[in-house]
């Protein structure tokens, strides 16, 4: 594995909680969480995990600090990724995981 941290308690419920209502057949899930609570933490253990399933995975955000605070996260743990924005010079297209 490559997770250099260890998740909080809520943010692992928070997770479990989304595989299973993926499990469940519900295939847009949304997991809303407080300021402060972890959330680009939280995608980043999602990311990573669907990179050890070989998986591709996107992660979205409206504002520039948002993308750069995203990938700055999968630096941190070692997840090779694009970053899709205008005027960036870390586009890498052909990466399976993308900050966009």
Do not use: C
């Not at 750069?68 to 297209?93: F, V, Y």
Request: glycine share 8%; no cysteine.
């Amino acid at each position: 594995a490559l997770m250099r941290y260890t998740l909080r308690p809520y943010q692992q419920q928070a997770i479990d909680n989304v595989r299973e209502s993926m499990r469940q057949g519900h295939a847009r899930v949304v997991l809303v969480a407080p300021t402060g609570a972890g959330k680009t933490r939280i995608a980043a253990s999602i990311i990573e995990a669907a990179a050890q399933r070989g998986s591709r995975a996107l992660f979205l955000a409206h504002r520039t600090e948002l993308i750069e605070q995203a990938s700055a996260r999968l630096d941190s743990i070692g997840l090779a990724h694009g970053i899709i924005k205008a005027g960036t010079d870390r586009a890498q297209p052909w990466q399976p995981r993308q900050v966009a």
